[in-house]
């Protein structure tokens, strides 16, 4: 009898958290490190490597802040075709083409990756939009609702120095 209340106790607590504290099962999660992992600083002339592992399946945009705040889009390149990565696995990002070789300027640079369900029709008409990678957040994560799309971000930062 006082198993089944305890039960009942914590089916209620548990059932309270869910309400007031969903989980929002639309997410997708990204995981983002390096190949050597989570070195304090990149010398120059270091090749840094970014791995990253997915919840599910995902279309990829990756943006890379150099250390002067400059925001480069690296996938999908300008006009180029959209880049599908499947879950499961820690996957070179942008790709085995493309090196990330430490040299001047020196300081904080991070990559930023988000990654959708479904598929973005006019990338680059939402890309033009943006400024500071919180709107390119923004706007991506906007698309993604309002398409029913699954979502996901997350960011790197690196410190690099002679």
Do not use: C
Request: aromatic share 16%; proline share 4%.
């Amino acid at each position: 009898m006082v198993f089944k209340k305890i039960q009942q106790y914590l089916f209620f607590i548990l059932f309270s958290l869910f309400i007031f504290f969903p989980v929002n099962a639309a997410d997708i999660q990204l995981n983002i490190t390096t190949d050597i992992g989570d070195r304090a600083i990149f010398k120059q002339g270091d090749s840094v490597n970014f791995l990253l592992n997915l919840s599910e399946d995902a279309y990829l945009f990756v943006f890379y802040t150099d250390a002067t705040g400059r925001i480069h889009r690296l996938l999908p390149e300008k006009h180029g075709t959209l880049f599908f990565s499947k879950a499961g696995w820690f996957l070179p990002v942008p790709g085995n083409d493309i090196k990330f070789i430490v040299s001047e300027p020196y300081g904080s640079e991070k990559i930023s990756i988000l990654a959708l369900s479904g598929v973005i029709k006019d990338q680059d008409k939402l890309y033009q939009k943006s400024g500071s990678i919180s709107e390119i957040v923004s706007l991506y994560r906007e698309y993604a609702r309002s398409n029913s799309f699954n979502f996901g971000y997350s960011t790197k930062s690196i410190q690099t120095g002679p």
